[in-house]
């Protein structure tokens, strides 16, 4: 069988959550490997969540938020940027392949936007293969 | 003086029948392998800067020209991480199943003297306090250690201070074998049962003189005359005057006020026993481990309601001073400290344990 | 061990087509604290909703994953089914395999897969999931307007209108702001003082209006439904509450201060009243300007009130109020045009600025409505030009909107006045307003010269001789392509409208934010021009972007409309997902206090802690990504709750 | 370049004026440890105590550390190298300390010693810079001809590897981490009290040091200092298992120096750069 990527999506209620929902609602198709998170806002994403998600064995993960500027709470994607920047910076220094991180903002109406995100992605990491550089190797886990 | 308290693994051998060898250090590649082959060889290697004791498994990681390791050997007995229990979450409820205790015999290659000892200190606490520590026994059993003199030569580290608590820097206490570094080559001499029948089944090894052992003896001779510091402190004294200065807590900011509460002294220490357990889970499987604790860390006393019963670094270290240097002594009827000086020497603020003992000493 | 009931919902074939129900429900059924799973054809509809409490009841269920719709469409159906079978309504969680699944694929096998996974994160997550309870604080049902111009009159009279009391705070001792300073109004002509006197006067009639004028809000504490403000009343040294307004003292008064309202043309008394319909009629001293104050003697007012209501003892009063919305109309400045050098004015005594014009043709302005110069001439000649500072990347990169058509007005009395040759320069003609377009065509017809070109400068100095005593207007005519000089009598500058200069403390004293400019940020450009991103405080008029007067006043009912849907309500529930910080674990790093866009934690300096107002917070969760120390929980997104989920998602 | 005797004297100089005017209750500076090669952070309270102080090449810890344990208000003078200079600076920014409440004595030297392996200290491990960012008495002479070179130089050969070779780098770097917490506990940067790390709610990474664990602890910790870290080198020096740790934060450094034009800990009045944003942001930066 051929490899499919497992993405992890952590979507933000107001825009890309909604976004993902009109995609559905306009039928639209693209592949099923992305499993979404819904948070508030995409400021609400911890660092740590992304790092995590490699851990569990995600090929890649997207974060989804409204475009700057029409944050629900006004800035807060503003912050999420530096720190998803940040975080992007930082998986990259530490050997991960940046191209298993995609940060998209994509509003209520780009249900599209959406699936042709998805698509691409999933193509992508399909290209590059699983992710086994933060990947918990379960029974590697003891040390002496 | 803990070496007054005598062994629990008290199987010394006759004088008579003393099984004495030798290897030149060119050699020290053929030993490593003949240990090597009789189980899981523990021995110092260099890595970088540092040397610290490693399971070998290339031949030539094998160094013997250290002073002493950063880390203690201690995690030979006392890994700093072990599963006891393994478990699968399932409908109805977890399957669980207890990590066999097995350990196959091992050999601790070039373990100084005062670490030797510091085994000795630790089977008081797993073997001898009424609960049998299964684990520690199981490793303990089947571990030769051979010991390793400091060379009386060399002037020790200034953060030792291994011979004011009663260890010289070429007991032999403690080892199941012990070497004396010879010019070019390496004396061995079988101390317990188990060091000498390592001895005898290593064909490598070369029969020594009477020479070599008048060395030998010279040598252990001569390191009694190492000096460390000049302070000496004996068990129960310094339990009294901890007991009494507990309370004195200006002065106990004070001695630490620099201290920065990380664990670094306590995971370096080979006298250090203390473990946390935790169930660690991942999806539906999991462990139940046992690991190293510190109790520098805030939350080596955090209650569940919130309350921390040592909030603050200098209740803290005082515990550590008077853990390992009274009550200690009250419990097991020695200090479970043995001078190596690990400690003050990775301590990132260069805190010397010793110090703050002298000074309570002399209050 | 949580007892978890997955209930699957087929949506008739919609999600039944692409999902194998059966399949997984039977899944769910595997999963551990799972106790029981069903599937069914509508699981919104009334039976449904009845299996669903049944099983609550009949497997003392205290968690329920509805694998449904999105939770956008029915999460708060299903909150109340669960709520009504006595689970407390946090105890959901929607997994969506409608929107997100079985619509976006046609393969069975890979929607079923995916929903499995999705069900599986949902057991994860329930069981971390808390009960929550949604609160409520009361509401003060009164509203504080702040700004007098006519957006504050408009949204005051407006709130009266529905029978709540208005506190309308004005920092100047009259309400009308710059409308009363206009003459006429475009494009119809119809004089301003005609149309907004009546309102002013409305405002000082209505008794569930209080007027608080020559007054400045110091404080703005507590949140939506409940703010306290605090307003200082600034010394007017007339007691107002003796005063019948007869004015017999400023008629005595020997003090002179420059007149604010006729743009400094000329001099007032120092006891004023600063325009013939002022409301309130009462007058007010200029400590600067009277004599008394200066030199400590005069008191010639003191004499000639008759009501002893002259108080030069007094002093600046602060008074609390309480109120349950606030609507900013704070206005706009002109900008101050003597920085552009280029155009000459403050140099040059024939250039004159927009709103010196205005009071030019006022008959209660300086020159009774007559249009003569400083120097008492009346021009021959008027040149217009537009986009002074406005559209200028040097300064305001914005079009401010209402000078084309006010240059318009502007050229329309100046003929009608002077009968002169009027000018009108322009960049590009800007009329896209009821009317507007027809009142360009008008003036076309009126033999104004219109010349598009951004005027380059003004100048007194020319080697053409005919020229001499005339100002020189120097311009690149885009339509000609020729460089125009053109020699004018006057001058008057069309400048941009600005913030309030003190717009930056004003925000700070609301929480508001402003854009680059300085402009009160709205909280959605589109769908929430009124609201702000702190709750119950709204915007209205100029103080958000340059407006016309209809714009103006059709915001200021807008913002009352939007107080009203606060005041109007005895309670108002408060978001229960809010966060909290766990003072144990909290570092004092402050991070949430920085990063929060609603001002909802505190930092409390005396326990070294932040602190989460939970009636500002609206549950976001940006503070929790920003601290470092884990210390805040956002409720119903735990750090524990969305890790979980993540570990169920990712575990097939 | 001031010699280091005359520093020292300056310093007990400056201490005891400050503790005898009463103008502070306490001066934070090193006295001798268990010889002179270690010597010990060191408050002095008395004019009496100012004789414990010393100043050597040895005296390396960044005494930044110890300003936050102080209660507020306490009016404090600390002997400040470089990037020592720079943490306080970032501590009074993040409101941890007042300006007023510090006397910053600064001192300029370049030359500092490691006390673990009595080496001189290459100034590219740290924030390669000679002279106090912030002081209110100086006191030696400001280095003028300090050394060439960028803080980042060190990165050049991670920066080079292919991402394989750099994970295979760090993951042999973290697997050797035991967890004692020296690294943060030694940051001057890291004051939390509980950390991250210890929550039990989320468990952020198994408590036991397992490689995983290892990875979630320092990769969130170096987000943590992302816009902080004045780069001192404190962690990697106080490492007992060689973790070079501060390559990494550095190289955080370089990126929000380049995505966010701003360096930590150079002016009192910036805000931290993780709870900002700024015009010049833009969704390059998620390139």
Same mark, same amino acid.
């Given at each position: 069988?051929?490899?499919?990527?497992?993405?992890?999506?952590?979507?933000?209620?107001?825009?890309?959550?909604?976004?993902?929902?009109?995609?559905?609602?306009?039928?639209?198709?693209?592949?099923?490997?992305? !499993?979404?998170?819904?948070?508030?806002?995409?400021?609400?994403?911890?660092?740590?969540?992304?790092?995590?998600?490699?851990?569990?064995?995600?090929?890649?993960?997207?974060?989804?938020?409204?475009?700057?500027?029409?944050?629900?709470?006004?800035?807060?994607?503003?912050?999420?940027?530096?720190?998803?920047?940040?975080?992007?910076?930082?998986?990259?220094?530490?050997?991960?392949?940046?191209? !298993?991180? !995609?940060?998209?903002?994509?509003?209520?109406?780009?249900?599209?936007?959406?699936?042709?995100?998805?698509?691409?992605?999933? !193509?992508?990491?399909?290209?590059?293969?699983?992710?086994?550089?933060?990947?918990?190797?379960?029974?590697?886990?003891?040390?002496? | 003086?803990?070496?007054?308290?005598?062994?629990?693994?008290?199987?010394?051998?006759?004088?008579?029948?003393?099984?004495?060898?030798?290897?030149?250090?060119?050699?020290?590649?053929?030993?490593?392998?003949?240990?090597?082959?009789?189980?899981?060889?523990?021995?110092?290697?260099?890595?970088?800067?540092?040397?610290?004791?490693?399971?070998?498994?290339?031949?030539?990681?094998?160094?013997?020209?250290?002073?002493?390791?950063?880390?203690?050997?201690?995690?030979?007995?006392?890994?700093?991480?072990?599963?006891?229990?393994?478990?699968?979450?399932?409908?109805?409820?977890?399957?669980?199943?207890?990590?066999?205790?097995?350990?196959?015999?091992?050999?601790?290659?070039?373990?100084?003297?005062?670490?030797?000892?510091?085994?000795?200190?630790?089977?008081?606490?797993?073997?001898?306090?009424?609960?049998?520590?299964?684990?520690?026994?199981?490793?303990?059993?089947?571990?030769?250690?051979?010991?390793?003199?400091?060379?009386?030569?060399?002037?020790?580290?200034?953060?030792?201070?291994?011979?004011?608590?009663?260890?010289?820097?070429?007991?032999?206490?403690?080892?199941?074998?012990?070497?004396?570094?010879?010019?070019?080559?390496?004396?061995?001499?079988?101390?317990?049962?188990?060091?000498?029948?390592?001895?005898?089944?290593?064909?490598?090894?070369?029969?020594?003189?009477?020479?070599?052992?008048?060395?030998?003896?010279?040598?252990?001779?001569?390191?009694?005359?190492?000096?460390?510091?000049?302070?000496?402190?004996?068990?129960?004294?310094?339990?009294?005057?901890?007991?009494?200065?507990?309370?004195?807590?200006?002065?106990?900011?004070?001695?630490?006020?620099?201290?920065?509460?990380?664990?670094?002294?306590?995971?370096?220490?080979?006298?250090?026993?203390?473990?946390?357990?935790?169930?660690?889970?991942?999806?539906?499987?999991?462990?139940?481990?046992?690991?190293?604790?510190?109790?520098?860390?805030?939350?080596?006393?955090?209650?569940?309601?919130?309350?921390?019963?040592?909030?603050?670094?200098?209740?803290?270290?005082?515990?550590?001073?008077?853990?390992?240097?009274?009550?200690?002594?009250?419990?097991?009827?020695?200090?479970?400290?043995?001078?190596?000086?690990?400690?003050?020497?990775?301590?990132?603020?260069?805190?010397?344990?010793?110090?703050?003992?002298?000074?309570?000493?002399?209050? | 061990?949580?007892?978890?009931?997955?209930?699957?919902?087929?949506?008739?074939?919609?999600?039944?087509?692409?999902?194998?129900?059966?399949?997984?429900?039977?899944?769910?059924?595997?999963?551990?604290?799972?106790?029981?799973?069903?599937?069914?054809?509508?699981?919104?509809?009334?039976?449904?909703?009845?299996?669903?409490?049944?099983?609550?009841?009949?497997?003392?269920?205290?968690?329920?994953?509805?694998?449904?719709?999105?939770?956008?469409?029915?999460?708060?159906?299903?909150?109340?089914?669960?709520?009504?079978?006595?689970?407390?309504?946090?105890?959901?969680?929607?997994?969506?395999?409608?929107?997100?699944?079985?619509?976006?694929?046609?393969?069975?096998?890979?929607?079923?897969?995916?929903?499995?996974?999705?069900?599986?994160?949902?057991?994860?997550?329930?069981?971390?999931?808390?009960? =929550?309870?949604?609160?409520?604080?009361?509401?003060?049902?009164?509203?504080?307007?702040?700004?007098?111009?006519?957006?504050?009159?408009?949204?005051? =009279?407006?709130?009266?209108?529905?029978?709540?009391?208005?506190?309308?705070?004005?920092?100047?001792?009259?309400?009308?702001?710059?409308?009363?300073?206009?003459?006429?109004?475009?494009?119809?002509?119809?004089?301003?003082?005609?149309?907004?006197?009546?309102?002013?006067?409305?405002?000082?009639?209505?008794?569930?209006?209080?007027?608080?004028?020559?007054?400045?809000?110091?404080?703005?504490?507590?949140?939506?439904?409940?703010?306290?403000?605090?307003?200082?009343?600034?010394?007017?040294?007339?007691?107002?509450?003796?005063?019948?307004?007869? =004015?017999?003292?400023?008629?005595?008064?020997?003090?002179?201060?420059?007149?604010?309202?006729?743009?400094?043309?000329?001099?007032?008394?120092?006891?004023?009243?600063?325009?013939?319909?002022?409301?309130?009629?009462?007058?007010?001293?200029?400590?600067?300007?009277?004599?008394?104050?200066?030199?400590?003697?005069?008191?010639?007012?003191?004499?000639?009130?008759?009501?002893?209501?002259?108080?030069?003892?007094?002093?600046?009063?602060?008074?609390?109020?309480?109120?349950?919305?606030?609507?900013?109309?704070?206005?706009?400045?002109?900008?101050?045009?003597?920085?552009?050098?280029?155009?000459?004015?403050?140099?040059?005594?024939?250039?004159?600025?927009?709103?010196?014009?205005?009071?030019?043709?006022?008959?209660?302005?300086?020159?009774?409505?007559?249009?003569?110069?400083?120097?008492?001439?009346?021009?021959?000649?008027?040149?217009?030009?537009?986009?002074?500072?406005?559209?200028?990347?040097?300064?305001?990169?914005?079009?401010?909107?209402?000078?084309?058509?006010?240059?318009?007005?502007?050229?329309?009395?100046?003929?009608?006045?002077?009968?002169?040759?009027?000018?009108?320069?322009?960049?590009?003609?800007?009329?896209?307003?009821?009317?507007?377009?027809?009142?360009?065509?008008?003036?076309?017809?009126?033999?104004?010269?219109?010349?598009?070109?951004?005027?380059?400068?003004?100048?007194?100095?020319?080697?053409?001789?005919?020229?001499?005593?005339?100002?020189?207007?120097?311009?690149?005519?885009?339509?000609?392509?020729?460089?125009?000089?053109?020699?004018?009598?006057?001058?008057?500058?069309?400048?941009?409208?600005?913030?309030?200069?003190?717009?930056?403390?004003?925000?700070? =004293?609301?929480?508001?934010?402003?854009?680059?400019?300085?402009?009160?940020?709205?909280?959605?450009?589109?769908?929430?021009?009124?609201?702000?991103?702190?709750?119950?405080?709204?915007?209205?008029?100029?103080?958000?972007?340059?407006?016309?007067?209809?714009?103006?006043?059709?915001?200021?009912?807008?913002?009352?409309?939007?107080?009203?849907?606060?005041?109007?309500?005895?309670?108002?529930?408060?978001?229960?997902?809010?966060?909290?910080?766990?003072?144990?674990?909290?570092?004092?790093?402050?991070?949430?206090?920085?990063?929060?866009?609603?001002?909802?934690?505190?930092?409390?300096?005396?326990?070294?802690?932040?602190?989460?107002?939970?009636?500002?917070?609206?549950?976001?969760?940006?503070?929790?990504?920003?601290?470092?120390?884990?210390?805040?929980?956002?409720?119903?997104?735990?750090?524990?709750?969305?890790?979980?989920?993540?570990?169920?998602?990712?575990?097939? | 370049?001031?010699?280091?005797?005359?520093?020292?004297?300056?310093?007990?100089?400056?201490?005891?004026?400050?503790?005898?005017?009463?103008?502070?209750?306490?001066?934070?500076?090193?006295?001798?440890?268990?010889?002179?090669?270690?010597?010990?952070?060191?408050?002095?309270?008395?004019?009496?105590?100012?004789?414990?102080?010393?100043?050597?090449?040895?005296?390396?810890?960044?005494?930044?550390?110890?300003?936050?344990?102080?209660?507020?208000?306490?009016?404090?003078?600390?002997?400040?190298?470089?990037?020592?200079?720079?943490?306080?600076?970032?501590?009074?920014?993040?409101?941890?300390?007042?300006?007023?409440?510090?006397?910053?004595?600064?001192?300029?030297?370049?030359?500092?010693?490691?006390?673990?392996?009595?080496?001189?200290?290459?100034?590219?491990?740290?924030?390669?810079?000679?002279?106090?960012?912030?002081?209110?008495?100086?006191?030696?002479?400001?280095?003028?001809?300090?050394?060439?070179?960028?803080?980042?130089?060190?990165?050049?050969?991670?920066?080079?590897?292919?991402?394989?070779?750099?994970?295979?780098?760090?993951?042999?770097?973290?697997?050797?981490?035991?967890?004692?917490?020296?690294?943060?506990?030694?940051?001057?940067?890291?004051?939390?009290?509980?950390?991250?790390?210890?929550?039990?709610?989320?468990?952020?990474?198994?408590?036991?040091?397992?490689?995983?664990?290892?990875?979630?602890?320092?990769?969130?910790?170096?987000?943590?200092?992302?816009?902080?870290?004045?780069?001192?080198?404190?962690?990697?020096?106080?490492?007992?298992?060689?973790?070079?740790?501060?390559?990494?934060?550095?190289?955080?450094?370089?990126?929000?120096?380049?995505?966010?034009?701003?360096?930590?800990?150079?002016?009192?009045?910036?805000?931290?750069?993780?709870?900002?944003?700024?015009?010049?942001?833009?969704?390059?930066?998620?390139?």
């Amino acid at each position: 069988m051929d490899f499919e990527p497992k993405i992890l999506g952590i979507a933000c209620n107001w825009c890309t959550y909604t976004g993902a929902d009109l995609a559905g609602t306009t039928r639209l198709k693209y592949p099923q490997n992305v !499993r979404t998170v819904r948070v508030m806002c995409s400021s609400r994403i911890n660092p740590s969540f992304i790092i995590r998600a490699f851990q569990l064995g995600a090929d890649g993960v997207l974060v989804g938020g409204c475009h700057p500027g029409d944050c629900h709470y006004g800035t807060g994607n503003l912050y999420a940027r530096r720190k998803l920047a940040i975080t992007k910076k930082i998986l990259e220094f530490a050997g991960m392949d940046q191209k !298993r991180f !995609r940060v998209e903002w994509i509003s209520a109406s780009e249900g599209n936007k959406y699936a042709e995100i998805v698509e691409e992605f999933t !193509r992508d990491l399909k290209a590059l293969g699983p992710q086994n550089t933060f990947r918990i190797e379960k029974d590697s886990r003891e040390r002496i | 003086m803990i070496g007054s308290k005598g062994s629990l693994n008290a199987d010394h051998c006759e004088k008579e029948k003393v099984v004495f060898k030798k290897i030149t250090l060119e050699k020290l590649g053929d030993l490593v392998s003949a240990l090597k082959e009789k189980g899981p060889l523990y021995a110092p290697v260099r890595d970088g800067k540092a040397v610290n004791f490693q399971k070998i498994t290339k031949t030539a990681d094998v160094t013997l020209d250290f002073y002493n390791t950063v880390f203690s050997p201690k995690f030979v007995f006392f890994p700093q991480t072990e599963d006891l229990i393994r478990y699968t979450l399932q409908k109805e409820g977890a399957q669980a199943e207890p990590v066999p205790i097995a350990a196959s015999p091992s050999v601790i290659l070039g373990v100084r003297p005062c670490d030797a000892k510091s085994f000795e200190i630790m089977d008081r606490h797993f073997l001898g306090a009424g609960i049998i520590d299964p684990y520690w026994k199981n490793r303990r059993d089947n571990t030769v250690v051979i010991g390793y003199a400091f060379d009386p030569a060399a002037p020790p580290d200034p953060a030792d201070f291994y011979n004011t608590v009663g260890i010289h820097a070429a007991d032999t206490e403690g080892s199941d074998v012990f070497m004396v570094r010879k010019d070019g080559e390496l004396l061995l001499k079988g101390i317990t049962k188990k060091g000498e029948s390592l001895l005898k089944g290593l064909a490598v090894l070369d029969a020594a003189s009477a020479q070599d052992e008048a060395f030998f003896d010279e040598t252990i001779r001569k390191d009694r005359g190492v000096k460390t510091r000049f302070t000496e402190i004996t068990d129960t004294a310094i339990a009294a005057k901890l007991v009494g200065s507990f309370e004195k807590q200006e002065i106990w900011e004070e001695m630490t006020a620099s201290c920065i509460g990380c664990g670094t002294c306590t995971f370096v220490c080979p006298t250090c026993y203390c473990f946390d357990i935790n169930d660690e889970t991942l999806f539906r499987k999991g462990a139940r481990k046992r690991f190293w604790d510190a109790c520098m860390f805030t939350d080596f006393t955090l209650e569940a309601s919130g309350h921390n019963p040592r909030p603050r670094i200098f209740q803290r270290y005082r515990q550590k001073v008077c853990h390992k240097y009274s009550y200690h002594v009250t419990k097991y009827g020695c200090i479970s400290c043995v001078g190596c000086g690990r400690c003050t020497r990775s301590c990132p603020v260069n805190i010397d344990i010793f110090s703050i003992v002298e000074k309570v000493a002399n209050l | 061990m949580s007892r978890i009931g997955v209930f699957v919902c087929h949506c008739g074939l919609n999600i039944a087509k692409t999902v194998r129900v059966s399949e997984l429900a039977e899944f769910a059924g595997t999963l551990p604290d799972v106790v029981v799973a069903a599937d069914y054809k509508f699981m919104c509809s009334t039976p449904g909703q009845e299996l669903i409490q049944n099983d609550i009841k009949k497997y003392n269920l205290d968690r329920v994953i509805v694998a449904a719709c999105s939770p956008l469409m029915h999460e708060k159906t299903f909150r109340k089914v669960i709520a009504n079978a006595g689970l407390n309504q946090y105890l959901l969680s929607i997994v969506n395999v409608r929107e997100q699944d079985a619509w976006v694929t046609d393969s069975e096998d890979e929607a079923t897969a995916k929903a499995k996974a999705l069900i599986n994160g949902a057991v994860y997550r329930a069981r971390l999931l808390q009960p =929550l309870t949604a609160r409520f604080i009361d509401v003060n049902s009164d509203v504080m307007v702040v700004g007098g111009g006519i957006t504050g009159i408009q949204a005051a =009279l407006e709130l009266a209108e529905t029978g709540k009391k208005v506190y309308l705070v004005e920092r100047n001792s009259t309400i009308g702001g710059h409308m009363a300073q206009f003459d006429k109004t475009f494009p119809t002509l119809d004089c301003s003082a005609c149309i907004l006197t009546p309102k002013m006067d409305a405002v000082l009639q209505n008794p569930r209006i209080e007027l608080m004028t020559y007054c400045e809000v110091e404080e703005v504490k507590g949140f939506v439904g409940n703010f306290d403000v605090k307003i200082r009343q600034k010394a007017r040294y007339v007691d107002h509450s003796k005063c019948n307004a007869c =004015l017999a003292c400023t008629e005595k008064c020997p003090g002179r201060g420059t007149s604010e309202w006729d743009e400094g043309l000329v001099k007032r008394k120092a006891i004023y009243i600063p325009f013939p319909q002022a409301v309130p009629q009462k007058p007010v001293i200029d400590r600067n300007a009277c004599t008394y104050f200066k030199k400590g003697k005069c008191r010639l007012c003191e004499k000639a009130c008759g009501q002893s209501a002259i108080a030069f003892d007094q002093e600046d009063t602060f008074r609390e109020i309480k109120v349950g919305a606030v609507i900013v109309a704070t206005g706009y400045d002109l900008m101050d045009t003597k920085p552009l050098v280029q155009y000459g004015y403050g140099k040059y005594p024939g250039v004159y600025h927009a709103l010196e014009i205005e009071r030019l043709f006022n008959s209660a302005g300086p020159t009774g409505g007559k249009v003569v110069m400083r120097d008492g001439r009346e021009p021959q000649s008027i040149a217009i030009l537009h986009c002074i500072g406005s559209r200028d990347k040097n300064h305001c990169e914005y079009c401010s909107r209402v000078c084309c058509m006010y240059s318009l007005k502007f050229a329309h009395l100046l003929k009608e006045k002077t009968h002169g040759d009027v000018y009108q320069l322009y960049i590009d003609m800007r009329a896209p307003g009821k009317g507007y377009e027809e009142f360009y065509n008008r003036l076309v017809e009126e033999d104004v010269k219109f010349i598009r070109g951004k005027a380059a400068r003004v100048t007194d100095k020319t080697d053409n001789p005919d020229f001499a005593g005339k100002l020189v207007v120097e311009v690149d005519d885009t339509l000609t392509g020729r460089f125009a000089t053109i020699p004018v009598d006057m001058v008057v500058l069309s400048p941009a409208m600005k913030p309030r200069t003190d717009a930056k403390e004003m925000a700070r =004293l609301f929480n508001l934010s402003t854009d680059k400019y300085g402009f009160f940020m709205e909280k959605h450009p589109k769908l929430a021009p009124l609201s702000t991103m702190t709750e119950g405080v709204f915007i209205a008029g100029a103080c958000q972007g340059p407006k016309d007067i209809p714009d103006s006043v059709a915001q200021g009912t807008g913002a009352a409309a939007e107080a009203l849907t606060i005041v109007v309500k005895d309670r108002l529930e408060l978001e229960a997902a809010t966060a909290i910080v766990n003072p144990a674990s909290c570092c004092g790093c402050q991070s949430c206090v920085r990063v929060c866009p609603y001002g909802a934690p505190v930092f409390n300096r005396e326990k070294n802690v932040s602190e989460i107002n939970e009636a500002l917070c609206k549950g976001c969760g940006l503070c929790a990504a920003s601290c470092p120390a884990s210390a805040i929980f956002t409720r119903h997104f735990t750090n524990d709750q969305v890790m979980a989920e993540m570990e169920g998602l990712m575990e097939f | 370049m001031t010699n280091i005797k005359q520093i020292e004297e300056n310093l007990k100089r400056e201490a005891k004026r400050l503790l005898e005017s009463k103008e502070v209750s306490v001066v934070l500076a090193y006295a001798r440890g268990y010889d002179e090669h270690h010597p010990l952070p060191y408050a002095a309270r008395t004019a009496g105590e100012v004789g414990n102080l010393i100043f050597n090449e040895y005296c390396t810890y960044n005494l930044a550390r110890y300003l936050t344990k102080y209660p507020p208000k306490t009016k404090i003078a600390i002997a400040v190298k470089a990037a020592d200079s720079r943490a306080v600076v970032q501590l009074i920014q993040e409101e941890k300390v007042k300006k007023e409440d510090l006397v910053i004595l600064g001192i300029p030297f370049i030359g500092m010693k490691d006390p673990k392996t009595g080496e001189e200290i290459d100034q590219k491990t740290t924030c390669h810079m000679a002279n106090p960012v912030l002081y209110d008495i100086l006191l030696g002479e400001e280095i003028r001809d300090a050394g060439a070179g960028s803080p980042y130089d060190v990165l050049a050969e991670l920066e080079a590897m292919d991402q394989a070779a750099r994970w295979s780098f760090w993951e042999k770097e973290f697997s050797k981490c035991i967890r004692c917490f020296a690294c943060r506990k030694a940051c001057p940067m890291c004051y939390c009290d509980p950390c991250f790390m210890d929550a039990s709610r989320p468990r952020w990474a198994d408590k036991s040091p397992t490689a995983d664990g290892n990875l979630m602890y320092h990769l969130t910790r170096f987000y943590h200092l992302a816009g902080r870290c004045i780069d001192c080198g404190e962690c990697s020096r106080a490492c007992p298992m060689d973790i070079p740790l501060h390559l990494f934060h550095k190289k955080m450094a370089k990126e929000c120096e380049t995505m966010f034009g701003q360096a930590a800990g150079m002016k009192i009045d910036d805000k931290p750069v993780m709870v900002n944003y700024g015009n010049q942001d833009s969704d390059e930066m998620l390139k």
